[in-house]
C-alpha cells in the first residue's frame, strides 16, 4: 500500500530522532557517478541528512572513471582481488581523477544544494596514515605466486580529528581515497577500505556503501538473486565460491571488518535507485544487503 506524503515524513520521525547528531559514514561508489542524474540525486539527499541533524561523512571512489582515462591513454586496468595494480602512471592518473576531478564536483554539488562541503583526501591533517600492501599471493594455473600490485596501501593509521572539527561546524568532509606512508609516498587505497577505516574511527551509526546493483547477489547477473542479509563469517567462503568477484570483494570484506571493529550498520544499497539512501535511513523498507556479524544475534 502507497503511503500517503503526509505519511512518509510521519514514518521518517523515529529515525529522526534516533539518527540527530549521529555520524554517518557514505562511500559513493564510481559506479554509482557514473550518471550526473543519479549523482545529483543522491547528494541532494545527502544534503538533506545534514538539515535533519545528521552529520554526513562522504568517502568517494571513481574506478570507472580512472579506468576510463587509462583507456584513454592506451593504457589496460588490471585489478587482482577488485584492487588496481598502480604503477606511476596509474598512481597519476588515479591522483588526478579522485582528487582533482571527482572530489570537486561533489564538493560543489553540496554547494549547489545548499550544503558547505570541504574536501580532503587522506593527506590532509595526516587524515591517512598508509603503508604499501604488501605482495599478494595469486594462484596462476595451480601454482601460487606472489604479486606486487605497486603504490597501493593499506590504511595504517587514522587521525579522526579533523573529521570532527568539520562535522562539529556543520561541513560535510568529502574524502578521497589518496594517502601518504611514513616516508611521503602517495599511495592509492581502495575507498570501500577508506570508508570502513573511517566509519570504524569515528565509531559511526552506519557505514552505508552506494554501488550499482541492488546488493550482492547470489547470482550478479540476477538482480532478483539479492542476498539480504550476510553474516561476517560467511564473507571469505561466498569469496572462494566466486559468488563475490570483482569489485564486490573489497566492498564485502570492508563492511565485514567495519562490522567486526564495532560499525553496528554496514549496508551495501543501490545508489542508483532514486533515494535509495533516504529509504534505507527513514523507512522500515529492508533494501540492499546488510552484513552482520552472528554472535552479535542481529
Ligand atoms: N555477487 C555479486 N553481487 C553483486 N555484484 C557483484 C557480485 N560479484 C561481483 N559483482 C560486481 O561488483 C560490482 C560493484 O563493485 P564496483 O564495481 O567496485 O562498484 P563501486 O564502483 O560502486 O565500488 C558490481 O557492479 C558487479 O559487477
Ligand atoms: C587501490 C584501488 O583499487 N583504488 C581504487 C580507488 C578508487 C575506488 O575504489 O573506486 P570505486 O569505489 O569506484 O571502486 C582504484 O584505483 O580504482
Known amino acids: 500500500m502507497e503511503l500517503k506524503r503526509e505519511n512518509v515524513l510521519i514514518e521518517a520521525l523515529p529515525y529522526i530522532q534516533k539518527f540527530y547528531n549521529s555520524i554517518m559514514v557514505i562511500k559513493l561508489g564510481g559506479h554509482a557517478m557514473v550518471d550526473s542524474e543519479i549523482m545529483n540525486d543522491i547528494i541532494r539527499d545527502i ?6 541533524g545528521i552529520h554526513p561523512v562522504i568517502v568517494h571512489g571513481g574506478g570507472p572513471e580512472i579506468t576510463e582515462k587509462m ?3 592506451g593504457k589496460k586496468s588490471e585489478f587482482i582481488g577488485g584492487i588496481r595494480i598502480t604503477d606511476d602512471e596509474t598512481l597519476e592518473i588515479a591522483r588526478m581523477v579522485l582528487v582533482g576531478n571527482i572530489n570537486t564536483k561533489i564538493v560543489s554539488l553540496i554547494g549547489h544544494h545548499g550544503g558547505h562541503a570541504v574536501g580532503l583526501s587522506g593527506k590532509d591533517g595526516k587524515m591517512i596514515l598508509a603503508r604499501k600492501k604488501p605482495p599478494q599471493k595469486v594462484r596462476i594455473k595451480e601454482m601460487e605466486h606472489d604479486v606486487d600490485l605497486g603504490w597501493v596501501g593499506d ?9 570532527h572539527i568539520l562535522t562539529n561546524k556543520s561541513y560535510i568532509p568529502v574524502i578521497s581515497p589518496i594517502a601518504m606512508d611514513t616516508k611521503g609516498n602517495t599511495l592509492n587505497i581502495n575507498a570501500d577500505v577508506v570508508a570502513s577505516d573511517i ?4 565509531n559511526a551509526e552506519k557505514l552505508i556503501l552506494l554501488t550499482d546493483v541492488t546488493g550482492v547477489l547470489r547470482d550478479k547477473d540476477d538482480p532478483s538473486t539479492r542476498i539480504s542479509q550476510i553474516a561476517v563469517e560467511e564473507v571469505e567462503q561466498l569469496i572462494e565460491e566466486d559468488v563475490i568477484s570483482s569489485g564486490m570483494i573489497p566492498k564485502v570484506r570492508s563492511a565485514a571488518s567495519a562490522v567486526i571493529s564495532g560499525v553496528d550498520r ?4 543501490n545508489g542508483s535507485v532514486s533515494h535509495s539512501l533516504l529509504l534505507e535511513l527513514f523507512t522500515d523498507t ?5 552484513v552482520y556479524e552472528a554472535e552479535n544475534n542481529k
Open 47 to 52: 544534503v538533506l541528512l545534514r538539515f535533519v
Open 286 to 290: 529492508g533494501i540492499g544487503t546488510m
Open 266 to 269: 554496514v549496508h551495501i544499497i
Open 199 to 202: 566509519a570504524v574511527s569515528l
Open 155 to 163: 590504511t595504517e593509521i587514522i587521525n579522526p580529528e579533523l573529521i
Open 71 to 73: 583507456e584513454r591513454m
